[in-house]
Nanobody
Framework: QVQLVESGGGLVQPGGSLRLSCAAS????????MGWYRQAPGKQRELVAY???????NYEDSVKGRFTISLDSASNSVYLQMNSLKPEDTAVYLC??????????????WGQGTQVTVSS
């Protein structure tokens, strides 16, 4: 079994910063890539950013230049540094990982989500 636990959400004023963390644990042999998604009320879940085990990254257009994703392979953790936050960034942010377990099973796992609210 694999668990993903996020932390770092909260309330921040427009223009402020937050850093989200996500740690994966359990029967993990390797992780192919990890990412962050978000879902605002009444909207579909969207990919914010992802990073491969090799360090390649991809960002949703609206966050390019403001958000930075990073990976710590040694601890199976992914981070999302969010700067210049805007009210439209308000959402539940969810961590995602493409994991290969020691059993050989490959699966996609999700965290429980952390709320980010940008408001004055």
């Amino acid at each position: 079994q694999v668990q993903l636990v996020e932390s770092g959400g909260g309330l921040v004023q427009p223009g402020g910063s937050l850093r989200l963390s996500c740690a994966a644990s359990g029967s993990i042999f390797s992780i192919n890539d990890m990412g962050w998604y978000r879902q605002a009320p009444g909207k579909q879940r969207e990919l914010v950013a992802y990073i491969t085990s090799g360090g390649s990254t991809n960002y949703e257009d609206s966050v390019k230049g403001r958000f930075t994703i990073s990976l710590d392979s040694a601890s199976n953790s992914v981070y999302l540094q969010m700067n210049s936050l805007k009210p439209e960034d308000t959402a539940v942010y969810l961590c995602n990982a493409d994991v290969i377990a020691y059993s050989g099973w490959r699966g996609t796992y999700w965290g429980q989500g952390t709320q980010v609210t940008v408001s004055s």
